[in-house]
């Protein structure tokens, strides 16, 4: 699966000892687009952490499987990046467009908060 969003947020590098030698993980946050961005902690082992990517601020598209694990009676469920990719500029990558206009990459333009999201409506959730 993958998901394009903004890193928000980096935890702390862990890092350890096991019985196949040194292991480190990366959990990062990511925002998504959207009219309901959703936030998504996600990890990162060993050589799949991308430092250039993994900075607070920018766009990132990640590959990722979901994982869930039963211990105890109870279920936990780990989201595993397995490859990560920094975005171009305006958070999109840059793509060849087939119009005769010459230019050869493509951006979104940015999005703005509908009316009724503006700052003030604390309460109007639309659910």
């Known amino acids: 699966m993958d998901i394009k969003g903004r890193v928000i947020q980096l935890l702390a590098l862990q890092t350890g000892e096991g019985k196949n030698g040194t292991w480190k993980k990366q ?8 009219q309901y961005p959703k ?4 990890s990162a082992w ?3 952490i991308n430092e250039s990517a993994l900075q607070v601020g920018n766009e990132v598209n990640v590959s990722f ?4 694990r039963e211990y105890n009676g109870r279920w936990y469920t780990d989201v595993k990046a397995w490859k990560i990719d920094a975005l171009g500029a305006g958070g999109y ?9 010459g ?3 493509s951006t979104r333009p940015p999005t703005e908060l509908p009316s009724t999201f503006q700052s003030g409506d604390e309460d109007n959730l639309p659910f």
């Open 65 to 68: 499987d979901v994982e869930s």
């Open 93 to 101: 990558e840059s793509a060849p467009v087939a119009s005769g206009t």
């Open 27 to 34: 959990d990062f946050v990511i925002e998504t687009d959207g």
């Open 39 to 42: 936030k998504i902690c996600i």
């Open 46 to 48: 060993g050589d799949k």
């Open 103 to 105: 230019s050869t990459s």
